[in-house]
């Protein structure tokens, strides 16, 4: 069973800060990884992706990756109110019977304080 | 770019009713789609993979007869809840990809959430 891990929290930062999602995963195979916002009852919505090894940045966001660890991350800098959601981390996979899904982790809850 | 459309939005209906979903992509072609089952506070799990012109791939679980798939064309997919009862209720989200990359991002409709009365 390839699983991703991620801590539920809720993770709660004030306006301004920088948040920290972390993510783990069991298929040390992997190539592919994304993060995902998820606003209460609403569909996911694509943050970042990220392929090799290290940093990609894009506005206030940066994803981090290290394969020899299994372990992404996701930096969300100047926090704002607005990045109150659920982050799901997702990993694509290869199945034994060759099949190619994302498995998603159950997500990290994100509160922004004004 | 990369719109994903997903209709109805909310469907109340009696047990024992068939619902049909449907999710477009508007702006791209996607040879594959996905269709995801979320329950409250529970991450996505995913029922099957649909490929455009031919049969669906279930995952394990999955009653295939219950959820039918259909992907007639490279913007169109279905999935139809047969007889659906209570214990079907939840919120489905389908998603697409938009190129034959298997490793390329899945872009996700607005979900729909279904409710058996």
């Known amino acids: 069973q390839k699983e991703v891990e991620q801590n539920s929290g809720p993770l709660s930062v004030p306006e301004g800060a920088i948040a920290s999602l972390n993510c783990t995963y069991s298929d040390r195979g992997s190539q592919s990884f994304f993060w995902y916002r998820q606003y209460s009852g609403k569909s996911p919505e694509l943050i970042m992706f990220i392929y090799s090894n290290g940093d990609k940045e894009d506005g206030r966001f940066t994803a981090q990756l290290n394969k020899a660890s299994q372990y992404v991350s996701l930096l969300i800098r100047d926090s704002q109110p607005s990045d109150s959601a659920t982050y799901l981390c997702?990993?694509?996979?290869?199945?034994?019977?060759?099949?190619?899904?994302?498995?998603f982790g159950k997500g990290t809850k994100l509160t922004v304080n004004p | 770019g990369a719109v994903v459309s997903q209709h109805p939005s909310w469907v109340i209906c009696k047990s024992g009713t068939s619902v049909k979903i449907e999710c477009r992509s508007l702006d791209f072609q996607a040879t594959t789609m996905f269709w995801y089952r979320q329950f409250p506070k529970q991450s996505l799990m995913l029922m099957a993979t649909?490929?455009?012109?031919?049969?669906?791939?279930?995952e394990q679980g999955v009653e295939k007869d219950k959820f039918l798939i259909n992907h007639a064309s490279l913007t169109l997919s279905t999935l139809t809840v047969t007889s659906a009862h209570p214990e079907d209720s939840s919120f489905y989200i389908c998603s697409a990809r938009q190129w034959t990359g298997g490793n390329q991002p899945q872009h996700f409709g607005d979900g729909t959430r279904l409710s058996i009365l």
């Open positions: 997702a990993v694509f996979t290869i199945t034994q019977g060759g099949s190619e899904k994302l498995v």
């Open positions: 649909s490929n455009e012109g031919s049969k669906a791939t279930y």
